[in-house]
């Protein structure tokens, strides 16, 4: 048995999601190692359990007790290296385990842009590539670089590069089926020596402009980007939420057109491929839920694409609200609506 690892039985799992539900797991283990994982996996006492592999707990909803055993990713360590073979760049390191805005006041801390506009983002960085989190104007697999992964089917420890992750909006390989057995034990990005800011987020340009700044620096970006955060969206250690609930859906550009002669309002933004990305935001506000509960969980006020828990929310009830609110998306628009977080 390694000696790092311990198998805690009946774990009390709120303070390991950021909804806060609470919910409980027949076996955890925190792992903090590639070692600990592979005694953990070879442990009798876990032998045919089902396998539940957690960071931040801020992109999933735990419908109900876990009846497996949680592998709590605690990986840490971050440091920046030098790439010889690509000058023009530096690559940045972190453990799976690592908090992601830790991270970029870590890379701010060391003089380097990159990571800015994904400032607040809740989550550790090994979660980001499976989501490949994005916000204004930036996703993750502009910065990625290569991640290394522990294959619990071989055992054995690989590392992949972006082509192999199969990036997609909110979407990788880690979350098909593909991937299913995949774990990120750490991930490096590449960040560039000449860095230029990325305004091309109307709401971040027009921040930038207001407060009068024509060549605004990374720490400055990201102070922004914090701002706008803070003012939109809850935070979760206050309130219970797990970010943006729902998928901005992508549909074509006659799709988007026959919905504007009904609806002149749709908010929506042309996509390079000639697709159109709908606010999701906008419909389910159009649908009312705006601010609405349904049993204790709710519709935050101030974001409508933010579902939060307005205290001892169910996994279900968080689920039903879900689904209403789709429901009505569907009904009234014809789209149909993906959410973000992992139903467990």
């Known amino acids: 048995m390694h000696p790092d690892l311990a198998i805690l039985s009946d774990f009390p799992l709120q303070d390991c999601n950021t909804f806060g539900i609470a919910a409980r797991a027949r076996f955890y283990v925190r792992v903090t190692s590639v070692e600990v994982l592979r005694a953990a996996l070879a442990d009798p006492r876990l032998a045919g359990l089902p396998r539940l592999v957690l960071g931040g707990g801020s992109n999933i909803v735990l419908r109900d007790d876990v009846d497996g055993v949680v592998l709590h990713m605690a990986i840490g360590g971050q440091q920046v290296l030098e790439d010889s073979s690509v000058p023009e760049r530096v690559l940045l390191r972190a453990g799976a385990g690592q908090s992601w805005h830790g991270l970029v006041e870590y890379s701010l801390a060391q003089g380097l842009g990159g990571l800015e506009n994904l400032a607040l983002i809740p989550g550790t960085v090994g979660a980001s590539p499976i989501q490949n989190i994005g916000a204004y104007g930036v996703e993750l697999k502009d910065v990625f670089h290569a991640a290394t992964v522990f294959d619990m089917a071989s055992g054995e420890v690989r590392t992949m590069d ?18 299913a057995k995949l774990v990120v034990l750490d991930v490096s990005f590449a960040l560039p020596r000449a860095w230029k800011a990325r305004l091309g987020y109307a709401e971040l340009a027009n921040a930038v402009r207001d407060a009068g700044l024509v060549s605004p620096t990374p720490r400055q970006v990201a102070d922004l980007v914090i701002a706008i955060r803070r003012r939109k969206l809850p935070d979760p250690a206050v309130i219970g939420n797990a970010g943006s609930f729902f998928k901005n859906p992508v549909v074509s550009k006659s799709a988007c ?54 205290g001892g929310a169910t996994g279900a009830e968080v689920v039903a609200l ?17 959410t973000e977080p992992v139903f467990v």
């Not at 879900?322 to 993906?338: F, M, N, P, R």
């Open 257 to 310: 057109e026959a919905l504007l002669a009904q609806f002149p309002a749709l908010v929506h933004h042309a996509q390079p491929d000639g697709s159109e990305k709908l606010a999701a935001g906008w419909l389910i506000d159009q649908c009312g839920w705006k601010g609405r509960s349904l049993g204790r969980a709710g519709v935050y006020p101030k974001q409508a694409l933010v579902l939060v828990n307005q």
């Open 322 to 338: 879900a689904q209403a609110i789709a429901a009505d998306v569907q009904a009234k628009y014809g789209v149909v609506l993906e």
């Open 162 to 179: 972006a082509a192999a992750c199969r990036f997609a909006y909110r979407d990788s390989i880690f979350k098909q089926a593909a991937g």
